[in-house]
């Protein structure tokens, strides 16, 4: 084989190979949701420490508890936009999107964009055992 012949082979490879590698970045980003199906859980003794009107991140529930006098919410924790994770500002008492500035209220509604869906609510189920579940709504 020659050099010109084996330098536009290897053009050819490495080529498609960086094409595979977008077009698979662009496709998760196209078909990417941020109402995923997962099923998440927390210990039942965790609501005993939620203070009204505070929300309580769940990390490893991906869940925003959010407890009022009459009742108990739950959101997704990513942004509707882009998926980031929110954070809560109690000074400001809104959920915030550190990626892109969308703004929730503690009911998840939009008050600043990108975002135009409110935040995913989900189902607050509890188990048999000692645990709660979170699942999405549909």
């Not at 529930?61 to 739950?74: C, E, I, R």
């Amino acid at each position: 084989m020659k050099r010109r012949s084996f330098f536009y082979l290897s053009l050819k490879i490495v080529g498609a190979f960086f094409l595979v590698v977008v077009a698979r970045a662009f496709g998760k980003f196209m078909f990417w949701s941020s109402e995923g199906s997962k099923i998440r859980e927390a210990p039942k003794a965790i609501l005993d420490k939620l203070s009204i009107g505070e929300p309580h991140h769940l990390v490893d529930a991906g869940v925003w508890l959010n407890k009022t006098p009459d009742s108990m919410t739950a959101f997704d924790d990513r942004c509707t936009h882009l998926g980031c994770k929110q954070k809560w500002n109690p000074e400001l008492r809104i959920y915030q999107c550190p990626c892109h500035g969308s703004e929730f209220d503690i009911n998840g509604f939009v008050l600043k964009g990108p975002a135009t869906k409110p935040l995913n609510k989900l189902r607050i189920i509890e188990s048999k055992n000692s645990f709660i579940e979170f699942v999405d709504q549909k």
